[in-house]
């Protein structure tokens, strides 16, 4: 069965340091991947989004970017933190095929301060 | 522009009654409607899906109704159990879009003794 790894859990970090969160997918070839943010009382963003290696969309514009090195690979980056990237970050996957849903993985809660 | 919008924050409905989720869209090109179910520090988990060309899906305690004329869905659980305590996300996406879905507010029900 497939799974989604996630980490880590929570992280707190300064404003102006990096960011990288890791989220792998096992068992399944060629998902498609997204990374979605779920700031305080709002709904679930997409933030990007990527159908193979080295393909990402980015769906709006902000301090963070995506990479996709490895298949079943999706990173999540900043090079300088803001206040506003606070919030829930999910990564998530799809099979690709018509209409499949996501499954996402247990999400990182990110507090800049 | 919230394209999805769930305008009921909360919910409270006593064990074995109908819950009755709402979820309004406003882009006709959505086709594909999900629901998904949060419990807190977890990933959202896929509850159900309707395609466009349906106006009820069931499966189990839980049916989704589609009124494609109101932009409306709705997802019902009857009877409801204390197990289903969570917020409740509504989703919605373009068939070809790559699964991007575009998500509400969400609605916490709350499913007392």
């Known amino acids: 069965s497939q799974t989604i790894h996630q980490w880590p859990a929570t992280l707190v970090q300064p404003v102006g340091s990096p960011l990288s969160l890791e989220c792998t997918v096992e068992?399944?070839?060629?998902?498609?991947l997204y990374w979605y943010r779920q700031a305080a009382g709002r709904g679930l963003q997409l933030l990007f989004y990527?159908?193979?290696?080295?393909?990402i969309s980015s769906e709006v514009p902000q301090n963070l970017s995506a990479s996709r090195p490895q298949d079943r690979q999706f990173i999540l980056s900043s090079k300088k933190l803001l206040l506003s990237d606070s919030g829930f970050y999910l990564c998530?996957?799809?099979?690709?095929?018509?209409?499949?849903?996501?499954?996402f993985g247990n999400g990182t809660r990110l507090t800049v301060t | 522009d919230q394209q999805v919008k769930q305008n009921s924050p909360s919910l409270s409905v006593q064990e074995g009654r109908i819950s009755i989720l709402n979820c309004d869209y406003t882009?006709?090109?959505?086709?594909?409607f999900l629901w998904y179910k949060k419990y807190p520090a977890e990933g959202p988990t896929f509850l159900i899906s309707?395609?466009?060309?349906?106006d009820k899906n069931e499966d189990g305690r839980f049916t989704v109704f589609l009124n494609k004329s109101a932009k409306h869905l709705s997802l019902h659980i009857v009877p409801s159990q204390p197990g289903d305590s969570a917020v409740y996300f509504c989703?919605?996406?373009?068939?070809?879009?790559?699964?991007?879905?575009?998500f509400g507010t969400g609605t916490r029900l709350q499913v007392t003794l």
């Open positions: 989703a919605a996406s373009r068939t070809g879009t790559a699964s991007k879905l575009t």
């Open positions: 309707i395609s466009s060309i349906k």
């Open positions: 990527s159908v193979g290696i080295g393909q």
């Open positions: 068992g399944t070839s060629n998902p498609n």
């Open positions: 998530a996957w799809s099979g690709g095929g018509y209409n499949s849903p996501l499954h």
């Open positions: 882009n006709s090109m959505f086709d594909y």
